[in-house]
């Protein structure tokens, strides 16, 4: 891979991460997912052709790097909100539950 296509695969890389940072936002797991894999491929792919490093790819990554701690930030926000879901669906299965025993109790 030559240094100029390595370089374009980097910012496509970076524009995938904003794409993945939306899908994250929106709650889309499987296309955060297949966006993650997509990402990786062409990080890897470029790695080699890059060193040394160059400023301008040094804040592609950069920005990738914020961009991915702000993804994962997100995807853990939409996971403590579905757990909170599942606990109080948990919580309301055991009311109805007590409920029902004791309205037996009163008959």
Do not use: C, F
């Amino acid at each position: 891979m030559t240094r100029a296509e390595a370089s374009a695969a980097l910012r496509r890389a970076l524009q995938i991460s904003r794409e993945l940072t939306a899908a994250a936002d929106s709650g889309d797991v499987p296309a955060t997912l297949r966006l993650d894999a997509e990402r990786r491929v062409l990080l890897q792919s470029a790695h080699a052709a890059l060193q040394p490093m160059e400023e301008n790819d040094r804040w592609a990554l950069r920005e990738i790097a914020e961009l991915n701690d702000r993804a994962l930030g997100l995807v853990e926000h939409h996971r403590r909100g579905k757990q909170r879901a599942m606990d109080t669906v948990a919580v309301g299965r055991r009311a109805v539950v007590a409920y029902s025993s004791t309205s037996r109790m009163h008959r």
